[in-house]
């Protein structure tokens, strides 16, 4: 089976930087993904990591540990559009299908 | 970069009507679509995987007969929901990957479409 575990809400400040943690354990991994969504619309592409260390990319970064299970994203700057949620997904190897956590809300505060 | 579009973005139906939402690829071929549905506040929950001529594989505990699905071509894949109920209400959401872009394994998705059912 597949269970995918990450902070249901966090709240932070304008300006400065958040790490949202994702543990998983699935039975199969073959990547994790990243998503942004703002209520009421799709997820956009963030990130995507299959090998283990930190994958940098502007303002976000995200870091993945096969062996513990554990993947982080980092924003840095914070912006107020960054308040959306934030969804870790993984892909299974033996059927193509990405299953999405249940997504971190994030609240930026000015 | 991949699009992928659906229609409608919205809509509102009687209960025991039947809705047709669909998906398309803009902007490339997509050998394979997803069908996610996500209820407020709640993830998204895959229904069911479309390929390109095949029949769609649904995922456990969603009605095939119910949730009719249709992948004709490389850029379009529908969702029916048949006889719609007020718990069928939610948010629809396709996604497709891109079969030059496979071994990526990005998926693009829709800007969904909000189901209400009276």
């Known amino acids: 089976g597949q269970n995918i575990d990450q902070p249901t809400e966090m709240t932070a400040t304008e300006g400065a930087i958040v790490q949202i943690n994702c543990t998983y354990q699935?039975?199969?991994?073959?990547?994790l993904f990243w998503y942004q969504q703002h209520a009421g619309e799709a997820p956009t592409f963030l990130s995507y990591n299959v090998l283990d260390g930190l994958e940098e990319k502007g303002r976000f970064s995200s870091f993945l540990s096969r062996s513990k299970g554990y993947s982080y994203l980092l924003l840095k700057e914070l912006q107020m559009k960054d308040s959306a949620s934030y969804l870790c997904a993984v892909r299974d190897p033996w059927d193509d299908k990405i299953i999405f956590g249940k997504g971190t809300r994030l609240h930026i505060l000015p | 970069g991949a699009v992928v579009s659906q229609h409608p973005s919205r809509v509102i139906c009687k209960s025991g009507t039947s809705v047709k939402i669909e998906c398309r690829s803009l902007d490339f071929q997509a050998t394979t679509m997803f069908w996610y549905r996500q209820f407020p506040k709640q993830s998204l929950m895959l229904m069911a995987t479309s390929n390109e001529g095949s029949k769609a594989t649904y995922e456990q505990g969603v009605e095939k007969d119910k949730f009719l699905i249709n992948h004709a071509s490389l850029t379009l894949s529908t969702l029916t929901v048949t006889s719609a109920h007020p718990e069928d209400s939610s948010f629809y959401i396709c996604?497709?990957?891109?079969?030059?872009?496979?071994?990526?394994?990005?998926?693009?998705f829709g800007p969904g479409t909000r189901l209400t059912v009276l």
């Open positions: 699935t039975s199969g991994f073959n990547g």
């Open positions: 996604s497709a990957r891109d079969r030059e872009r496979e071994k990526y394994n990005e998926q693009f």
